[in-house]
């Protein structure tokens, strides 16, 4: 006699919805295993999540609450692109990403993380190079030069309005055009002057001309920024982005981390200076199409402040950028609190998601959670999902990426696994003694202060040397003239020689030789293009 069958329980059924979703998130090619499935009030170690590498161009957001364990998140998926051999462009605004390179202490809480997820944990370092902007804290300096940072981007640190914004743009312009280096900002703060003064307002008259009004309030924040700190970024010698694309000698990427707690105070300066890294990059690197892996992937922290009080030119060329620079085999992730923080254009280029919990304390937030919930794929599994999105744990995150056909994977809560690396700050003297054994630190550790703009409009107020007094000579008779082609001439050059010889014309010719050879285009963002 046939036995009934069973009636499923609810385990059966939470175990069956986690497979299904987990089906959605099967990878062939190499991926990013983020954590386990949760379904059913419970964690199923055998539904996996994960993150083909082949989409990290596709771009992401990571975004949640204060707290709620998004830096975790943005560690873990450094050290596993690193691991694959990818390199990853971090921010470190705490210093707790510094901890990176010293492998992580086990403990209950990871014991039992790794038991839930499934992961075979294993504390592990990994190699990490870290970088200060203009050496401001513990790092190998990073800086930029005036001209290759451009008018649009120098407009968001200076916080400029449009019409501010197009009359610095004109002043780039002519500095191209003239052959004058800016360097750093005491270069632009002279060409300033110049161009409102007596003698140089003129140089601009038939392209519009540069008010006082304009000139002084840029002038002013120039100042602002200086006072700050901020200048010791501008000048050289200027960063390459190439450098950011390396791998260790065992194969792993290296894990450029900024170090930023020295101007954390500064946000509109690290913010868009890691915008000015994408520009560069998009600039110089070729057209790869779709890839098996990255060649680097960025994490944005902190990513509103790149969009709050934005000009519209700097918010199209950053969209532009993150649209087009996929093709260039660079993955960008957005870090913020709210999915919301991020405008509507730039959201739409984000393929991959990690949402964790939000909070609704006022109806401002209970609004965004609204607008976020409305962008997430329909569930069969979770049919509550601004519940879902307010009740996640720390460590814990709503996951929708692409997968490998292009596809939006089904809504997964995922346990997300425990980082295999410390998360902390680093002795100082660790740190210290990392940056002086790195390879960039003998190319970058020491600013250049050469000839620019600065000295050039200088030698043009300069009055001209007085000519001395001749001593009067005995009169003798003049030797034979040699001939030189057709014409007569003396030995000596007379009065141009003298001239060709002076300093002065000496660094304008120079000057004028650099304009004339390097034919300086601008990008998106008004960055300098460099040629290759």
């Known amino acids: 006699m046939s036995q009934p069958s069973a009636t499923p329980t609810p385990d059966d059924d939470a175990a069956a919805a986690a497979a299904r979703i987990a089906a959605g998130y099967a990878v062939e ?36 609450a204060t707290g709620t364990g998004k830096t975790r998140t ?31 202490e086990a403990g209950e809480r990871v014991s039992r993380r790794a038991a ?39 407009s968001k640190v200076l916080d400029l309005n449009a019409t501010q914004e197009s009359s610095l743009g004109l002043v780039f312009h002519h500095a191209d055009a003239a052959g004058l280096p800016l360097l750093d900002l005491a270069d ?23 008010s006082k009004a304009t000139a002084g309030v840029v002038l002013r924040e120039l100042v602002a920024l ?95 950028t993150v649209r087009l620079i996929r093709s260039k085999g660079v993955g960008v992730f957005l870090v913020t609190q ?18 964790h919990a939000l909070r609704a304390f006022t109806p401002e937030d209970a609004d965004a959670l609204k607008k976020t919930v409305r962008t997430f794929p329909r569930s069969d599994v979770y049919d509550d999902v601004a519940g879902l999105l307010t009740s996640l744990g720390t460590g814990e995150a709503a996951v929708t990426v692409l997968s490998e056909r292009g596809a939006p994977t089904p809504l997964a809560w ?19 003694a990392a940056v002086a054994a790195s390879p960039l630190q003998p190319r970058y550790g020491t600013a250049v202060d050469r000839e620019s703009a600065r000295e050039l409009l200088a030698a043009r107020l300069a009055p001209p040397p007085a000519a001395p007094r001749a001593e009067p000579v005995p009169r003798e008779e003049p030797a034979p003239r040699r001939r030189r082609g057709r014409a007569e001439e003396p030995e000596d050059g007379g009065v141009l020689a003298d ?34």
Do not use: C
């Not at 997820?117 to 790092?139: I, K, N």
């Not at 405008?343 to 984000?350: A, F, K, T």
């Open 116 to 154: 839930d997820t499934g992961d075979p944990w294993q504390p592990t370092g990994f190699p990490v190079e870290y970088l200060a902007l203009g050496g401001l804290g513990t790092g190998v300096p990073v800086r930029a030069t005036v001209t290759d940072f451009g008018p649009v981007l120098l």
């Open 338 to 355: 709210q999915p919301t923080d991020v405008p509507s254009d730039v959201l739409g280029q984000l393929g991959n998601r990690v949402q």
């Open 226 to 320: 200086e006072d700050l700190g901020g200048d010791v970024f501008f000048g050289e010698p200027a960063f390459d982005p190439d450098d950011l694309i390396r791998t260790a000698p065992d194969g792993r990427g290296v894990i450029s981390a900024i170090e930023l707690p020295a101007v954390a105070d500064r946000p509109a300066l690290f913010s868009t200076f890691l915008v000015w890294l994408l520009a560069e990059l998009f600039e110089q690197l070729p057209e790869v199409g779709d890839l098996d892996r990255p060649k680097v992937v960025f994490f944005l922290d902190e990513a509103h402040l790149l969009f709050r009080g934005a000009s519209k030119a700097f918010l199209t060329a950053v969209t532009q």
């Open 499 to 532: 001239v060709m010889g002076s300093p002065v014309f000496r660094s304008f010719a120079r000057s004028a030789a650099s304009a004339l050879g390097r034919e300086l285009t601008r990008g998106l963002f008004g960055t300098r293009r460099r040629r290759r």
């Open 188 to 210: 632009l703060r002279a060409l300033l002057t110049w161009l409102t003064s007596p003698e140089g307002k003129e140089e601009l008259a038939g392209l519009g001309g540069l």
């Open 29 to 64: 090619g190499p991926a990013l295993d983020l954590g386990a499935v949760h379904a059913g009030g419970r964690t199923h170690p055998d539904a996996q999540v994960r993150l083909p590498l082949s989409v990290l161009n596709r771009h992401g957001l990571i975004a949640g």
């Open 414 to 432: 995922t346990v997300l696994r425990a980082p295999r690396a410390g998360m902390g700050a680093v002795p100082a003297g660790e740190m210290a």
């Open 74 to 104: 943005l560690q873990l998926m450094a050290e596993q692109l690193s691991a694959a051999g990818v390199p990853v462009v971090l921010a470190d605004l705490k210093g707790d990403l510094a901890g990176l390179a010293r492998p992580g």
